[in-house]
């Protein structure tokens, strides 16, 4: 089974920054993109920013310059750095990856996953 656990959630000022990491666990071969998305109360989830296994990364106009995806292949992790924060940027976040398993007849399969989001609140 795998999984993806974020982190680093938190209520923070305007202004502030935070970085949120996500670790992916269980049977892996090899993870192609990751990426970060987001989901305030109302709206629906939006993507916030990818990484490709060779670190070609594209942002949402809406973040880019403050944020910053990045990854470390052999931690399997993914790292979102949230500089400048605003309140709009108040949302719960999702790690999602593409991840090759090995198969049972010893093929390979690629499988979507999800994390189970982390509370980023923007507040003075």
């Known amino acids: 089974q795998v999984q993806l656990v974020e982190s680093g959630g938190d209520l923070v000022q305007p202004g502030g920054s935070l970085r949120l990491p996500c670790a992916a666990s269980g049977s892996t071969f090899s993870i192609n993109t990751m990426a970060w998305y987001r989901q305030a109360p109302g709206k629906p989830r939006e993507l916030v920013a990818t990484?490709?296994?060779?670190?070609?990364?594209y942002y949402a106009d809406s973040v880019k310059g403050r944020f910053t995806i990045s990854r470390d292949n052999a931690k399997n992790t993914v790292y979102l750095q949230m500089n400048s924060l605003k309140p709009e940027d108040t949302a719960v976040y999702y790690c999602n990856a593409d991840i090759v398993r090995p198969g049972k007849s010893g093929n390979y399969y690629t499988a979507n996953y999800w994390g189970q989001g982390t509370q980023v609140t923007v507040s003075s």
């Open positions: 990484i490709q296994s060779g670190s070609n990364t």
